[in-house]
């Protein structure tokens, strides 16, 4: 595994380089995110967090909830 140094304050804003994925890791989920980082060779690198189901469920819901949010946004804005 890697090292990743934050410096600053949290909270820490990654860019995306491409979409995020989620897989089932037998009784987890992983999901990965691909990262912008200056001097990497591809321009980016892959974090992978684990999740438990209930750690997976909470951020599939807070996800849903904040999406809708930012649809209703948008649509206000358009």
């Known amino acids: 595994m890697g090292t990743i ?7 820490f804003e990654l860019v995306l380089q ?3 994925t989620a897989t089932s890791d037998g009784e ?4 990965t995110v691909p990262v912008f980082a200056a001097g990497s060779p ?12 209930q750690h997976a ?3 599939a819901a807070q996800l ?7 649809r209703g946004k948008a649509r206000k804005g358009a």
Do not use: D, W
């Open 28 to 31: 987890s989920v992983a999901v």
């Open 42 to 53: 591809v321009n980016f690198f892959n974090v992978r967090m684990p999740l438990s189901i």
């Open 5 to 11: 140094v934050f410096q600053g304050q949290e909270p």
């Open 64 to 70: 849903q909830s904040a999406l809708t949010a930012a």
């Open 18 to 20: 491409k979409a995020p």
């Open 57 to 59: 469920e909470q951020l």
